[in-house]
């Protein structure tokens, strides 16, 4: 089925370890957006993407990275992990129009920082 | 940036009542958007609000776009087990990124 696919699903890094989430979407879509969300606070945009190739801050961007080197993938990097930084992260993807239904959400990565 | 301010933060109802959530915020929006969030998945739209006044349904569930702009809500009839999650409000923003921002959501128990 088409849609956003976010890998890993689950992940426990240490403090100071570096990862990298995958957003992966097969829908042609222009733009794609990082999210973390927090018990009691809602999803927050980290970075998001408008095109291949750009990328721009979020509300929530220090300590993370992106990059959108191909129009389907938007990878989230953690260069030095810290406890901070546990969250459940969704990546969103959306042709760009007016119409609030063109929003994909994946299932989330769950990450823990210990 | 503009935040949208929900409440209830959580709501415990018997399963056929009736539940009800707001948003609101001190800036005037162009579009209201409601996403269902389950355990486990990312969130789903279940309405979106474009006109000022709009009243919209979807099944059970209701939702209007208030008449200043600045706030909306969210009605879902005779509640079933199944209506569990994270209700949460949104606005796309004006600028050329067309991020979503979101309340920080209406978490909902269904008691049998």
């Known amino acids: 089925n088409a849609g956003v696919t976010q890998t890993p699903k689950f992940r426990v890094l240490k403090t100071g370890q570096s990862m990298t989430l995958l957003c992966a979407q097969d829908?042609?879509?222009?733009?794609m957006y990082w999210y973390r969300q927090d018990p009691g606070m809602g999803l927050r945009l980290i970075h998001y993407?408008?095109?291949?190739?750009?990328?721009a801050k979020g509300e929530v961007p220090d300590g993370y990275n992106v990059s959108r080197l191909k129009k389907q993938n938007f990878l989230l990097g953690l260069e030095s992990a810290a406890p901070s930084q546990t969250s459940v992260y969704f990546c969103?993807?959306?042709?760009?129009?007016?119409?609030?239904?063109?929003?994909?959400f994946g299932s989330g990565t769950r990450l823990t920082v210990v | 940036g503009q935040q949208l301010n929900q409440s209830p933060q959580s709501m415990f109802i018997q399963e056929g009542e009736d539940v009800s959530m707001n948003c609101t915020s001190s800036s005037i929006f162009n579009t209201w958007l409601w996403y269902k969030q389950e355990p486990g998945e990312g969130p789903v739209l279940l309405i979106a609000?474009?006109?000022?006044?709009e009243l919209t349904s979807n099944g059970r569930l209701t939702a209007q776009f208030g008449i200043t702009r600045k706030d909306s809500f969210l009605n879902i009839s005779a509640s079933i087990p199944s209506d569990v999650g994270i209700y949460f409000c949104?606005?796309?923003?004006?600028?050329?990124?067309?991020?979503?921002?979101f309340g920080s959501g209406t978490q909902l128990t269904v008691l049998p």
């Open positions: 829908m042609n879509h222009e733009y």
């Open positions: 949104a606005r796309i923003s004006s600028g050329s990124a067309r991020q979503l921002t």
């Open positions: 969103a993807s959306t042709h760009g129009g007016a119409a609030g239904y063109g929003y994909t």
């Open positions: 993407s408008v095109g291949e190739g750009t990328t």
């Open positions: 609000l474009y006109k000022a006044g």
